[in-house]
């Protein structure tokens, strides 16, 4: 077991109906003026909009708010956000919606609070020392970025995705009601599912990721939401399936399942890539092309391989086979890739009308134009990066 | 799921020699003079008080030190280091040592910040809307209160053990070095391994317990721990297994295994008198002793079954009887048993030397003299309370 810190302040408050609290919340930490921050206005035909302008209302919150971050949210919006929230001084942003409205939401606050733009922070350019909080209603269940430290934004100029990670970026209280989630269509819970379950297998899959607790917890996460991902795809109104999928979006991503690992999220920079580059790409249905690849790129690796039997064993049920470990571990892939296509994702770049001319460029990026090797049992350069892309076509 | 709410904002600094941390953690918070609360004097005898206090002087933290906290922390410590800390205006309290010093520190913590007697929480005559930070090096991994809201204090006036829970009670900070526990005894590592096992168990069987993700969560925490607590047993100084328990000590109790769950700590509850009535009892020991009798008189019930089936199958392994289910939730509860046998502890009262004399006494004070009723899948008063003694004899 590696060093580890671990900080989850976010606030979570979780149940049917928890969405009228949202008022009370915020007044319960003393803010008066809010930025009230959405997206494609989905919110408004299902009444939760309504529903909050009520509860804020009732609770004397004053707010101005800003629609439309779209998915891969765009730099531009949070740009107007940040500026937004200090010509009208607020006091925090509340993100109602996904992980992009919460994305964009973060950026803002950083830029606001810092009086500057937001793209520096992300570009690595300057390093986050204070943020304005940022508290979420959440209405999918995907990201987790309802607790993590981390903010992932588009800049249009050069299609370039880019996050980092901050303690500052963590939101200060999350009111997540799983019924809220009823009416995502089946594709964006599919999206949802696979994101959930790759935040915890980039943890999973990383040199010494080998923690007895950690693993256990990570494996049950990730049965639990293979048997909830199932049910959902026929009972969209499941509510226990639902408060599955929703509780481990945050528990997937706010660090529970690294604990004690020093891990990458390679598998998210190499799609990141793709669904900057390709912007009618989803994240999820990207991450669910890009992980089988990698995995297949990776296993037989001597260090990586007992890490892939273990998958295959404890995650999809799979018998050992002593003699040709390979074939477990092979095997284990196979059950997550075919699951993620059960659920009707993508597994392949074609089925993405993604071919291969622009894979030179994408890792180019990937590696910042070679400045940086990702860290993995091996060490992905610009070459093996492409050969995973092609591995993905 | 029941609705739930999920607050564990302790920032943990986890690994091999992070106690030189603690003068620069306490200095980043801005805090400049504190109290240095801490136990019987071994941590002199183990160089560990040497290096806390080097590491506040370079850090320029100006301290007052109070030690001997007990096992089972007595009240008038509690209101000692309260009356201290208002004496000597300190900011926060740092807790060196394990449960005791933890509990003692929140005590003297919400005295403190409210210029009261502490055990006006302790009783339930008010709730605690304010308290001093508490900050901890951890040294033993059992009550988990490093992380939790919970603060159990034994006033010596009538030996009444009483706890209260209050987000206020969370600290603000731990620093978690598994070796540190190296040095805890054989049996203080087995009550620790019980007490660990037991936050989780009081949250697993609960009415409404069958939460798929927090059980899937809380099944692979117990068999980390059980793995673990046999590793321990034969090697003190297993990096990895002394890391797996002190960890888990705090994801048992800082509410992670228990969400979605309406639970109730009732053998906590039944146990308190005991350790409450007897203080040469451990409480991880009284507990080894009281949930074995508490399943037994609980498992038939046709709510309760169900469960003792699941955590016989996953937890122990035991193949399920279909015709006769409840062979399998006995054969669950005899593991366990037998597991905390293994470890040393002792299952029955008798090897406590405790006979039935007070368990008329015992029963009235967990009943608050007949003024609540445990709530469980049987409701326990003092009848049923005394039953479960009786079973424990």
Partial sequence: MEQFSFYTPTKVIFGKGVQSQVGAVIKSYGFKKILFHYGSGSIKKSGLYDQIVASLRENGIEFV???????????????????????????MILAVGGGSVLDSSKSAAAGAANHCDPWEFSSGARVLEKSLPVGAVLTIAAAGSEMSDSCVITNEEGWLKRGFNSDHNRPLFAIMNPELTYTVSKYQTACGVTDIMM???????????????????????????????????DKPDDYEARATLMWASSLSHNGLTGCGRNFMMRCHQIEHELSGMYDRVAHGAGLAVIFPAWAKYIYKNEKALPRFCQFAQRVWGIEMDFEHPERTALAGIEACENFFKSLGMPVRLSELDVDDTKFDEMAEKCTFFGKRVLKDYIPLGKTEIIEIYNLAK
């Fill in 65 to 91: 708010e800003l629609g439309g971050v779209q998915p891969n949210p765009k730099l531009s919006l949070s740009r107007k956000a940040a500026q937004l929230c200090i010509d009208e001084k607020v006091e």
């Fill in 199 to 233: 935040h915890t297998l980039e943890r999973y899959f990383c040199m010494n990721g080998d923690v007895a607790l950690t693993d256990h917890l990570a494996e049950g996460l990730l049965r639990s939401v293979i048997e909830a991902g199932k049910v959902v795809m």
